[in-house]
């Protein structure tokens, strides 16, 4: 079965070094998503890509926070400076469309990022 | 922000007992999904439920929807100790973009 690729797994950095994510979603999907999660806590957005198009990046902190996905496949999340409170799980999700079609996302197994 | 709640924060059951997990949310939604979560590990989908829905079945799980209420629950029967997990619904608000919005989760633990 397809899978959403991540990488790295486990990411352990200073703060104020620069860090970076890699997603691979599932083959034929449009819709490539980065979601944070904080331990004990929900999944929140901070990215959604219609192909290389961002269609929603209302909770990015765009002041350290970038993603792209330039040819609508792969995407990368960066984070420069990292700061203490960036510590958490990124996910990356795909899905055929959006989810307002009955679309399902299919979740990566998520970067840990530890920041010291 | 989070628009689902769920409740309870936590359960814990013995194993071969149902579970049942509530999700309120605050606005009008094209429908809303349930996901379930290993310690550790990213999110696998279990079920999705339109607005037009009431009910739905998918082996072990029943998913209810009132919209009048705003409200969803997952409904585990005879549950396994593999069901330990936490559990999240999350919700499509109509007239988006399709971005999808998770509660804070039912952490259930079933003990053997």
């Known amino acids: 079965e397809a899978e959403v690729a991540q990488s790295p797994r486990y990411k352990i950095t200073e703060k104020s070094q620069a860090v970076a994510f890699w997603c691979d979603p599932i083959?034929?999907?449009?819709?490539l998503y980065w979601y944070r999660q904080i331990l004990g806590q929900g999944p929140e957005l901070l990215v959604q890509?219609?192909?290389?198009?961002?269609?929603?990046d209302s909770q990015l902190p765009k002041d350290r926070f970038s993603a792209e996905r330039l040819k609508g496949v792969d995407s990368t999340l960066k984070i420069q400076p990292a700061e203490l409170g960036d510590s958490a799980m990124y996910l990356c999700?795909?899905?055929?469309?959006?989810?307002?079609?009955?679309?399902?996302?299919?979740f990566g197994e998520g970067s840990w990022l530890t920041v010291v | 922000s989070q628009q689902g709640e769920e409740d309870p924060q936590a359960l814990s059951i013995q194993e071969g007992e149902n579970a049942t997990m509530n999700c309120s949310y605050k606005?009008?939604?094209?429908?809303l999904q349930w996901y379930r979560q290993n310690s550790g590990r990213g999110l696998v989908h279990l079920i999705l439920?339109?607005?037009?829905?009431r009910e739905k079945h998918s082996g072990r799980l029943r998913v209810t929807l009132d919209t009048s209420k705003k409200s969803s629950s997952l409904l585990i029967t005879a549950s396994r100790a593999a069901d330990t997990a936490s559990y999240f619904c999350?919700?499509?608000?109509?007239?988006?973009?399709?971005?999808?919005?998770f509660g804070q989760g039912t952490t259930l633990q079933v003990k053997p």
């Open positions: 890509f219609q192909d290389e198009s961002v269609v929603d």
């Open positions: 999350a919700t499509d608000l109509s007239g988006n973009t399709g971005k999808l919005i």
């Open positions: 439920i339109r607005s037009n829905e």
């Open positions: 999700a795909s899905s055929l469309s959006t989810v307002d079609s009955g679309n399902t996302i299919y």
């Open positions: 083959s034929g999907h449009a819709t």
């Open positions: 606005t009008s939604i094209n429908n």
